[in-house]
């Protein structure tokens, strides 16, 4: 048996204190193994980032603790991928430099890493504005490159806070499949939240669902279908089974 | 080859003229009411029978100011040094301090509010004080600029570096980098566009100050001939030493404008398109 790649032990976050005092999360435990891909699928404000940021280390818990690759996390993560809920682009650097400030930050050669920044750049078909600012993207187009500023340090695990949430339907669908084939390919973990029902059953291992705040992880589904999940598996009647069963939860808790 | 140099002058040598055109064409209205302003002016003094010794007109105050233009011209020259020296001075002071009590807990909480309330202090009341303890010469003159230049670019430079947004901040942090690679790569070009809000604020008093300090006290200077010539009944003189003293502001505005285009370039682009 492998060590898991994240443990999540009894973790809750209250922000503030005394009558200011806003339970946010938990507790709840969840243990991903390594490899897994994973989506945390829950009404606003349950907490979904909450968690996010505390695996990541950039949050602390209140109680209860989060282990991540056998080590109890006490201080960032500098190992990880993580994807904000707001974008980190910084709008002195092109989409090129804003992917290469996460190398240049990281104190790595930049020149290593070239071909990766290419390879990611027009994986999400932003060749053409590959040195254009992020004032000149429309929002999705500055998710996807944030999106490339995550990966390019090619980490194995991965947190991500809705990253496809300003996208359109279709360039949805489209970095949906990219995320898929680079999962199947390189098979990091991954954290992914949505709002999407859908979108977490095509890409998950596991969907877990949580509760309207303070979010509690309510239901794990293991979600059983081949892979690769393309437009056919998303029609099969297992796959609106799975769509109805975590519709059903959430009509059970009034947000739906 | 100089066939090609020459076509590609001429185009050149036409965008630069249709530039011009089409600047003129955007500020057509502004010019117009810059030109009936003055022209108002001119025939006002005639309508309402001003006497030349209380309101002069524009074109008296060029003929009589160009009669004095030496004097003028240094003396804009003694401003315009006591200004720079003062304004330069406050913002080699003010952006590390204000970058210190940004970074510190300890400034934060001693000298920021100490700050603060001098910011409700008239810096100019200073100004006899420092005149009477330094003497009529250079370095009260640039005392006074100093203080009243020093204190909006330290308080934009607190807030810019202690307003970096918190998913960058946690960006950071999650790239593990070091303070300094943090500080030149993010924080510093991320505080520079609040910076120039400061930079900018203070170009607009250095000239303020400078002149004040010589009402008070000197024996040259833009201030004091405005005084000078005033107590002398020439306001003709007193509107050419304003109009230099105008341009002598703007100079500096517009030097510093151009500095921030330079430096920011993003910033300046991002603006024009929201
Ligand atoms: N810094 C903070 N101080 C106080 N309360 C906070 C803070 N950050 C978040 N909260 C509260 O914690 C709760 C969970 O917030 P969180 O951002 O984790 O939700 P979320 O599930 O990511 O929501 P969304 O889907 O809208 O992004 C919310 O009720 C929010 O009000
Ligand atoms: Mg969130």
Known sequence: MTAAAIDIRSATKTYASGTEAVHAFGPSSLTIAPGEFISLLGPSGCGKSTLMLMIAGLLDCTSGEIELGGHVVKEPQTSIGIMFQDNTLVPWRTVRGNIELQIELRGLPSADYRATVDRLISTVKLDDFADRYPYELSGGMQQRAAFCQTLVHRPDVL????????????????????????????????????????????????????SPRPGRIEKVIDIDLPWPRDLAAKRSEKFSAYAAEIEEIFHGYGVL | MAMASSEKAAPAGASWLSAVLRALGRSWAFI????????????????????????????????????????????????????????????????????????????????????????????????????????????????????????????????????????????????GASPWRAFFKVRLPAALPQCFVGFKYAAINATVGATIAEFIGSDQGLGFYIQIVTGNMRPDLAFAGIFLLTLLGLALFGAVTLVERWVIPWHISQRRTH
């Not at chain 1, 859908?198 to 291992?205: G, K, M, R, W």
């Not at chain 2, 420092?130 to 640039?142: E, M, N, Q, T, Y």
Request: glycine letters at 4%.
């Open chain 2, 32 to 175: 117009l009411f810059f030109v009936g302003f003055f022209l108002f002016w001119e025939y006002a003094i005639d309508i309402f029978s001003i006497p030349a010794y209380i309101l002069p007109r524009p074109s008296e105050i060029v003929t009589r100011g160009w009669a004095d233009i030496d004097r003028l011209l240094y003396y804009t020259y003694v401003t315009a040094v006591e200004s720079l020296l003062g304004y330069l001075v406050a913002i080699a002071i003010a952006v590390p301090l204000g970058l210190a009590i940004a970074f510190s807990s300890f400034l934060r909480r001693t000298i920021y509010p100490f700050f603060v309330s001098l910011e409700m202090t008239p810096k100019i009341a200073f100004a006899p004080l420092f005149i009477s303890w330094l003497g009529f010469g250079l370095l009260p003159k640039v005392i006074i600029v100093f203080l009243v230049c020093f204190f909006p670019v330290v308080l934009n430079a607190i807030l810019a570096f202690g307003s970096l947004n918190e998913e960058l901040t946690r960006f950071i942090r999650a790239t």
């Open chain 1, 159 to 210: 947190l991500l806070d809705e990253p496809l949430g300003k996208l359109d339907a279709m360039t949805r669908e489209s970095i949906r499949r990219d995320l898929q084939s680079l999962w199947l390919e390189d098979r990091p973990t991954v954290v992914f939240v949505t709002h999407s029902i859908e979108e977490a059953i095509q890409l998950s291992t596991r969907v877990c669902v949580i």
